[in-house]
């Protein structure tokens, strides 16, 4: 969970993610968007992997990237919990 939260904490990241929202993206689409470097789009990218937000597949020379919804669905789930409790009481 921290790695996930350290991840989402850095605007660039949140950027990528929203992209990814729309679909797959090749390493090179996502870097085309940004004003930085490749090196550091390249660590971005690899923060979100290291938080298993992203993964990323192989075709021909290209690498893409794509969302791990199923993170996303766990971290909700954290979060709701939170709230939960203290929204049945007042049932």
Do not use: C
Request: charged share 30%.
């Amino acid at each position: 969970m921290s790695e996930t939260l350290k991840a989402i904490s850095d605007p660039v990241r949140r950027d990528i993610l929203e992209m990814l929202k729309k679909g797959k993206k090749s390493a090179g689409e996502i870097a085309e968007s940004f004003s930085l470097t490749n090196a550091t789009v390249s660590y971005h990218l690899s923060q979100l992997k290291k938080a298993d937000l992203i993964t990323e597949f192989k075709y021909k020379n290209y690498i893409y990237y794509e969302l791990n919804v199923s993170v996303f669905e766990d971290l909700l789930v954290w979060i709701y919990g939170f709230g939960g409790r203290e929204n049945e009481k007042n049932k």
